[in-house]
């Protein structure tokens, strides 16, 4: 891929999607074998005015390490050194860069239960962090291929050719073409647009079938509003947390979700693969689950804690996204979450709900914001899928055959 080509990809991360003010901090997750991209951010966010780059490195097969050789009483510790940074970051609010490129099947065989433990034990101190920080700060995900991950996409190519054409499906899904800030510019006044055609029906609820099975009704918070794009942080700064995105979403009211939720592309999670998967869902949790492949892992989600089992988003995706165009299953979230409609079980987001910053932790639950340690995409958008929504004027059709009418 041309270098001129990477470096617009970058610039775009920074300048739109992480939007660095001057003076700011930034920290950039990266797994090391994408050092020279990263290092292209790391420059780009000197250029937009960044006071300080942090970078934060990762690699698959240490971690795995981790979890196979150490026990998880070693795994949970929090050490002080780490306590102190996360206070210093929760000060700060630097901008977070996420590079995504790792092997979807790179944590294949670690111990599922070890993992959910582990998690269970560091989330009474990681809570309180993602509270200080959620809404406050700009944040981006992006992606970058690697060898493994465009293997995955592409096995019937080589190596290179693999993460040639990896690179060509995220840069069209990135919208890096001539002019990619021209781009986004447009994309994020089209999907805001929709946002306000949505919310002035005043949807009380949302009724979704697909001619796969799927017949979900989902009840919506009566201060809720629909997201889509870029957003803004409590100090009125910018942003576009993933890109791409072609998703238009909320956050469901917890506890009212009636029906079934028919999965339409496998999940990837964890290096294993959740595959013809269902949920059913009364009085909005999850009463019983199946997959043909991955049933386990699932159960083992949905019981990760209080609020696993109810959902946390949903979301409407166009079958006309360039995602779902492509063809392409990319057993990566950011991807495919973008590819067709989809539900998250787990953690809720506070700032669908409408002056989300003049309410507390506590009151936006009460709201029926979702608590929990996870937030797991899965999708169950079709060609065929039918969603209407029920608002003060009564039964609105807003998606039919896979596509939006209004």
């Known amino acids: 891929m041309k270098e001129s080509v990477l470096r617009s990809y970058a610039r775009l991360a920074v300048r739109k999607g992480i939007n660095v003010q001057k003076g700011q901090g930034v920290q950039i997750f990266a797994p090391a074998e994408q050092y020279e991209f990263a290092r292209m951010c790391a420059k780009e966010a000197y250029l937009a005015g960044a006071a300080w780059v942090m970078m934060e490195w990762s690699d698959q097969e240490i971690s795995k390490y981790g979890y196979q050789y150490q026990t998880a ?42 993992i959910s433990q582990v998690r269970r034990a560091l989330y009474p101190f990681l809570e309180p962090y993602q509270k200080a920080i959620d809404n406050r700060h700009q944040w981006c995900i992006v ?57 002035a029906l005043q949807l009380e609820s949302i009724h979704i079938t697909s001619e796969l099975g799927t017949d979900l009704t989902v009840g919506l918070m009566e201060k809720g509003t629909w997201m889509g794009g870029g957003e803004y942080t409590e100090q009125g700064v910018f942003y576009n947390p993933n890109i791409p995105t072609e998703e ?15 999965a339409s592309k496998p999940l990837s999670y964890q290096g294993q693969m959740i595959e013809n998967f269902s949920m059913t869902f009364k ?62 079980i787990g953690r809720g987001f506070d700032n669908t709900v409408r002056d989300y910053s003049r309410y507390t932790y506590e009151q936006l639950t009460d709201m029926g914001v979702n608590r929990s340690m996870i937030h797991i995409d899965f999708m169950i958008g079709t060609a065929g899928t039918h969603i209407s929504g029920m608002g003060r004027d009564g039964e609105t059709v807003l998606f039919e055959n896979g596509e939006w009418v209004i």
């Not at 000060?91 to 065989?109: F, K, N």
């Not at 040639?164 to 800030?181: F, K, M, Q």
């Not at 238009?248 to 028919?262: N, Q, S, Y």
Request: aromatic letters at 6%; a negative charge.
């Open 73 to 114: 009483e070693q795994l949970s510790v929090m050490e002080d050194w780490r306590k102190a940074k996360y206070d210093y970051l929760a000060r700060e609010l630097p901008c977070r860069l996420h590079i995504s490129a790792e092997d979807p099947d790179g944590m294949r065989g670690t111990d599922q239960a070890k």
């Open 143 to 199: 992606g970058v291929p690697g060898v493994k991950w465009a293997k995955k996409v592409f096995p019937q190519l080589n190596k290179q050719a693999a993460v040639n054409a990896l690179w060509e499906a995220i840069l069209a899904s990135a919208r890096v073409g001539e002019d990619p800030e021209k781009a986004w510019n447009e994309h994020n006044a089209a999907l805001a647009g929709r946002c306000e055609r949505l919310n």
């Open 248 to 262: 238009i979403f909320t956050t469901p009211k917890a506890g009212a979700a009636e029906g079934i939720a028919v």
């Open 283 to 344: 009085d909005g949790r999850v009463v019983s689950h199946t997959a043909e492949v991955g049933d386990g892992i699932l159960g083992e989600l949905l019981a990760s804690d209080e609020g696993a089992a109810r959902l946390g988003e949903a979301a409407i995706v166009p079958v006309s996204s360039p995602i779902y165009r492509s063809g392409l299953l990319f057993y990566n979230t950011l991807y495919d979450e973008n590819a067709a409609c989809h539900l998250a």
